[in-house]
């Protein structure tokens, strides 16, 4: 690991966060390739702390009127705020249950090729329904909304399949605006990178604090820089660069335009795949893996 990958993963995690195109999946697939392994599931979540501070920056409005709902002074703030909350129930219940799975699936590149598959056509159904379909504003959002995007977004984050991807599009298929939709998407994006970064960060920074080795399944590579210089880099690249990336979606989704990023999953997809199965020579070497 040396400084400019760390500038490099953090910016391939803030631009990829936020556009439907899976941030787990390009990083899985940069630290392979760059690295010939996977970073620690750890550091890959506290590179979401960046996208994290990007989202509040950008929805500092909404925050606040939620803030303000909550204090029972906006009654639409308090409503959206309900539905956010709502929709963390089923996130959690689901990401919890397919933890396990989801941390060996990072030795498999070939599983995050299928997801992009699937966010793919996800994307592209999304994009036709809202063409045709009057749906409703981020008003309209009820609790049945609420915990579809949850759910699938406790099953799919992880997988390769796009967070945000996947959110908007249930909430496309739930009958929602497509700018409705996108917006629940990137608040719903707030506690739920928070909670994950609090959950796997949390366990790679006590180690750095108190300046011990890092043991385990977080020892970054051999050679690597300062794992707590590596991590800010990270952390403030995807700040900065999920910060435009937000921007760049939030005008894509005021009218349907969601089909060049389902085209670029689908190419992304296939080479995923092959690199995750037949590979240059035969095989991939993945966490010292050799898949066939």
Known sequence: MTFLIAV?????????EFLPVSSTAHLTLAENLLLHRSMPLAFDVLLH???LLALVVYFRGEIMRMLRGLAGQDAEGRTLAKWI???????????????????????HLWVYGVCLLLTAGLLYAANEQSRTREGRDLEGVGPLDALAIGAIQGLGGGFG????????????????????????????GMPTILGAAVLEGTKLLKTLLRHKPLEGDMVFPAGSISPTVACIVGVAVAAISGY????????????PKLNPFAFYCLCAGIVMIVLGTVGAKGFIYVQGVSLP
């Not at 490099?8 to 990829?16: M, P, V, W």
């Not at 709502?86 to 990072?106: L, R």
């Not at 937000?246 to 009218?255: A, E």
């Open 8 to 16: 490099l993963l953090g910016l391939i995690q803030g631009i990829t």
């Open 161 to 188: 399949l796009s967070r945000s991807g996947s959110t908007i599009a249930m909430g496309v298929f739930r009958g929602l605006k497509l700018p409705a939709a996108t917006r629940f998407s990137f608040l719903l």
């Open 85 to 107: 909350l709502v929709a963390m129930v089923p996130t959690v219940v689901f990401g919890f249950a397919t933890s396990h799975v989801k941390e060996a699936a990072k030795a």
């Open 49 to 51: 702390v960046g996208t």
């Open 244 to 255: 435009f990336a937000i921007g760049l979606l939030d005008r894509f989704t005021r009218k």
